[in-house]
């Protein structure tokens, strides 16, 4: 069997003799004031130390932090998120929703963390949270004297008037009260992983009903995955024990782990919580495999996300124990009865030295008996019902108890906790003193998973819960989750699923007889709301109460999802589990209906939180995505690139000196070299698609707006090719390098789409045309060389055999030529800088030889590399359009190629094209900006509007697309995409850029900024 954060040889985290009973403390722990002397499946020869908002305690393994809060005697642990009221434990699991602290420190800082779920470790430092100064002065509460404001939808209320306050007052204070914890803002320093895992069958929860199932479905030869969220294996089995098969239930559990431990085919996961059902059958698991340690050993992942692909699955995640709504239930001190007999048997802490039960329902009497055993002192019982439960009347005979057939009226207490209880017992009450008060309203079935594939959960009378519906396929819900409360239900129905399930997937073994155990009764009468003066409240973590549901009753929010919207039931990030159904029963009792008349909301995805870091794994920082290098990439870092993410390239975006102080001083030297002298870029991330056949030029015809059929050999053409709506899909120059063989090259960002686009064409539209296409982008590495004196540099890289004067190699000519040492390469006269250029393309495996080649043969012309940026400056001031033109909205004619468009043929998008809208004479075109000030800073997103306008949504006629300064010109230069641009050349308009608080004037002008008549390309 294959374990995960799982211990095979201490199943329970206890310390036992040889005789099997846990040995007696040997460790002081006196300062622990609320630990019981004996009992629990603690290691008490491990004590641990750690900090509670700056506090020094102590605690042992096998603790969680809250039991090891509850050991101590601390009651306040945190503060409410909207009244800022004074909260305690309330749970033992991952439905606590008021104990969330601030665990460790630094870049490790996490917030709203769970004391009940968190493993104590030794040096463990946690703070509380949602509060300032301290947890015990919290001036905040002030929110509690202001609740007949902050009442079910106050904020659709509120803040409305006057409307000019919301930017500057409302909204920000909002921000600054939202949230609970504080994050790091610091770096994640932990890694986390991924990790498949598949099976036949998938076992959720590890308490009875899992560990039979688990049992049933491994002896029948079914390959089985049991998850468990908790440390230890056992479920309830550990907090409540009883007898199985004539043994104690602990006994049982040792000899079900070590059945399963030696079974191969299964596999235990321990800190594994399932949060997730998905399509197909696969599951999402979260394990969190350090958070129990400090920090990770090296090498080692904090938490993993498991997807778990299986044929069956077997929910047993059991069942929640629900509070019941009474005046001051929030206290710290009141407790569900479940916790209480939770940290007494399983952590050996008693949560009070006086403890009073408040319960409607059979099993709260199973905390009343936890206590009289461990030693405790039970102030008084209050049922409802008015009668002990016959299992339990001998114990009330024997200790002596008060029982009070009534219902608690209120709460006395405060940051110290509960101090005293109100009981009204027909037309009286009585105080009784009490430092914890165990509630329990009954259980309701984890019908979570079940529902997430919007499986409705029914109602049954019987329990006073909702059940499961339909299940996503292959899903059977067994044990409390599916409503069957006793132990021996659990055992029979979680053995019969997994006997099940393992059938169903083939498997031909036998699964053997269930385990057996007692029968235990379950009888519940509904108690959901104590109806008295004072605040009760329903969802703890979002401050919601029981008037805020009738507030939304009587506002007309009836239907549940209008409900859980309008007062937040449910939405925090236990999701409801506490306070779902008892919010729905105070709805129905309301609107005078049933609760199955009122109908529920459903869970979705996580069950629990789930890190954004996990869920991204290994996927951050320099690993976020896949990267690709250029073929000159290590060469270019050795001169110290400065490298940025252009899709998935790695692209030198300038080379900075030393002495330049920054980026822009490095783009103005490396343009003003090129335009002076001679420089070379590494363009090898342009797409380029290899296309041949003897109707290629045919093919090209179709998808380009101009013609390539009649292209020369020898010769490059620009082309612009338009999706089939008219819009512009990309641009490139597409080369004829013989009668049937073109090379067409792309953008960077668009390689793909269009690759992808024509071989669509290719084998959808015209698969009668004899033309194949093969992507041709990694096997070039290809330099843009530009200059005056590029040809001087030519000269001293190819062989002397080869004519690059301007007659012997004109501009637009294309072919092979032979390099110095006899290599072949392709030589292309082509230029995006507006300068004399040559593009120079090798096989990729020669790209950083070429580099180095290059800047050997300039190097008497003083040669320099460049990056991106210098490339961006000089394609604006040439006015050559680009991605930020080439915006998925413009036309041929928008950029001023609309001449291009060829009427002797037809092609892709050229009716769509002609369409009204598409060819109306107010549409935005492009057109140079230059700033009136030359001073003045133009930045890419500003819009432009008519001068004297007031800037807004009615005058704005466009905005600037592309943005650099010119070394050249001496100031900032911009295209831009303006209405009627080009009627309107030297025109003064405004330039407005509300994100910056910037304002000022420019003039519409040419986009051709640079060599307007193109002589120095062509010389």
């Not at 479940?338 to 009073?356: C, E, H, S």
């Not at 997103?941 to 905005?959: L, R, S, W």
Request: charged share 25%.
């Amino acid at each position: 069997m294959t374990m995960s954060g799982y211990t095979e040889t201490q199943p329970l985290g206890r310390t036992a003799t040889a005789d099997g009973r846990a040995s007696p403390d040997r460790s002081s722990a006196a300062n622990q004031s609320h630990r019981l002397a004996n009992g629990g499946l603690i290691d008490r020869q491990a004590p641990l130390q750690f900090s509670f908002d700056g506090k020094s305690m102590s605690g042992f393994a096998g603790d969680t932090l809250a039991s090891a809060l509850v050991a101590n005697g601390v009651k306040l642990v945190a503060r409410s998120f909207k009244y800022h009221r004074p909260r305690g434990i309330m749970t033992a699991g991952s439905e606590e929703p008021s104990a969330l602290v601030e665990m460790r420190t630094g870049a490790r800082k996490e917030a709203n963390t769970r004391a009940t779920t968190q493993e104590l470790y030794d040096g463990l430092v946690a703070s509380s949270q949602n509060r300032w100064p301290s947890l015990r002065r919290d001036f905040m509460a002030v929110n509690s004297l202001l609740s007949p404001i902050f009442v079910a939808g106050f904020y659709y209320k509120t803040f409305m008037w006057p409307a000019k306050f919301w930017e500057k007052l409302y909204e920000p204070a909002i921000r600054r009260a939202a949230g609970l914890g504080e994050t790091a803002h610091l770096p994640d320093p932990d890694h986390y992983d991924k990790a498949w895992a598949h099976c036949d069958v998938l076992v959720v929860g590890s308490g009875a009903t899992g560990l039979s199932a688990a049992l049933a479905a491994g002896r029948a030869g079914a390959r089985v995955i049991l998850c468990e969220e908790d440390s230890h294996i056992g479920g309830r089995l550990l907090s409540d024990g009883g007898e199985i098969d004539g043994m104690p239930a602990l006994d049982w559990l040792r000899r079900v782990t070590d059945e399963l431990a030696s079974l191969p085919n299964v596999r235990i996961m321990a800190r594994t919580a399932v949060f997730g059902v998905y399509d197909g059958g696969d599951f999402g698991a979260l394990e969190r495999v350090n958070d129990h340690v400090p920090q990770p050993a090296e090498h080692q992942v904090r938490q993993r996300l498991w997807r778990i692909a299986t044929r069956r699955s077997v929910v047993g995640a059991g069942a929640i124990e629900r509070p019941i709504v009474f005046p001051g239930n929030d206290r710290p001190g009141v407790m569900m009865a479940a916790a209480v007999r939770t940290y007494i048997n399983r952590f050996a802490a008693m949560p009070g030295k006086r403890i009073a039960v408040f319960t409607n329902n059979d099993d709260g009497w199973r905390t009343v008996e936890a206590v009289v055993r461990a030693g405790g002192e039970i102030a008084a019982v209050i049922d409802p019902r008015g009668k002990v439960p016959a299992a339990y009347r001998a114990l009330a005979d024997r200790s002596g108890l008060r029982v009070l057939p009534g219902q608690v009226v209120d709460v006395k207490g405060g940051v110290d906790g509960v101090r005293s209880i109100t009981v009204a017992t027909g037309s009286s009450t009585q105080n009784i003193d009490t430092d914890c008060l165990a509630a329990s309203g009954g259980w309701n079935p984890n019908v979570a998973l079940s529902s997430f594939h919007r499986g409705r959960p029914t109602w049954r009378e019987d329990i006073a819960a909702f059940v499961p519906g339909v299940s996503p396929p292959g899903m059977i819900m067994a044990g409390a989750a599916n409503g069957d409360l006793s132990l021996d239900a659990c055992l029979r129905t979680g053995h019969a699923a997994g006997a099940m399930a393992a059938a169903e997937t083939g498997a031909k073994g036998k699964s053997g007889n269930a385990a057996k155990a007692a029968d235990e009764a379950f009888a519940i009468q509904p108690l959901w709301q104590v109806k008295a003066k004072g605040k009760a409240f329903v969802d703890f973590q979002h401050d919601v109460t029981a008037s805020d549901v009738t507030l939304a009753q009587r506002e007309g929010f009836e239907s549940v999802e209008h409900l859980k919207r309008y007062t937040t039931l449910g939405m925090a990030t236990d999701q409801g589990k506490n306070s779902n159904v008892t919010g729905l029963a105070i709805m129905a009792d309301a609107r005078g209906r049933s609760i199955a008349e009122t109908g529920t909301t459903i869970y979705r995805p996580p069950y629990a939180p789930v890190a954004i870091g996990a869920l991204a794994g290994h996927h951050r920082d320099q690993n976020f995505h896949a990267w690709r290098l250029t073929p000159s990439h290590h060469w270019a870092a050795e001169r110290g690139a400065v490298f940025v993410d252009t899709g998935l390239w790695k692209r030198a975006q300038w080379f900075p000196l030393a002495g330049e102080t920054d980026w822009l001083q490095s783009v103005k030297r490396e343009v003003l070299a090129v335009r002076n002298g001679v420089g070379f870029c590494d363009v090898s991330t342009l797409g380029k698609v290899d296309v041949r056949g003897a109707d290629a030029g045919t093919f090209l015809d179709r998808v380009y707006i101009n013609g390539f059929s009649k292209l020369a050999v020898g010769k490059a053409r620009y082309g612009l090719m338009l999706r089939e709506d008219g819009i512009v899909m990309d641009d490139g120059t597409t080369s004829r390098l013989a009668e049937d063989h073109y090379l067409t090259t792309t953008t960077t960002a668009k390689a793909g789409p269009v690759t992808q686009h024509l071989e669509f064409c290719r084998q959808v539209l015209w698969p009668e045309l004899d033309v194949q296409l093969s992507s041709a982008t990694d096997q070039w590495a290809q330099f843009s060389i530009a200059g005056p004196r590029t040809r001087d540099l030519l000269i001293n890289l190819v062989d002397p055999s080869e004519d690059v004067s301007n007659e012997g190699f004109p501009f637009m000519g294309v072919r092979e030529v032979m390099l110095r040492g006899g290599m072949k390469a392709r030589l292309f006269r082509i230029s995006f800088s507006g300068e004399m250029a040559f593009e120079i393309a090798v096989p990729a495996r020669y790209g950083e030889a070429m580099a180095r080649n290059i800047m050997k043969a300039g190097e008497p012309f003083g040669v320099v590399p460049y990056g991106t940026e210098a490339l961006g400056v000089m394609r604006i001031e040439k006015g050559h359009v680009a991605g930020p033109e080439l915006n998925g909205m413009t036309t041929a004619s928008d950029l001023g190629l609309g001449g291009m468009a060829s009427k002797k043929k037809d092609f892709i998008g050229r009716i769509m094209a002609g369409r009204e809208a598409l060819m109306a004479p107010d549409r935005q075109v492009v057109v140079g900006i230059k700033p009136v000030d030359k001073a003045r800073r133009l930045r890419s997103g500003a819009h432009v509007v008519p001068k004297g306008a007031i800037p807004g949504p009615e005058t704005d006629q466009g905005y600037l697309t592309s943005v650099c300064f010119s070394p050249v010109l001496d100031h900032w230069i911009a295209l831009a995409l303006v209405e009627r641009g080009r009627e309107r050349i030297g025109e003064i308009v405004r330039i407005c850029d509300p994100l910056r608080n910037e304002d000022y004037e420019a003039e519409i002008c040419s986009p051709v900024f640079y060599d307007p008549e193109g002589g120095r390309q062509r010389a």
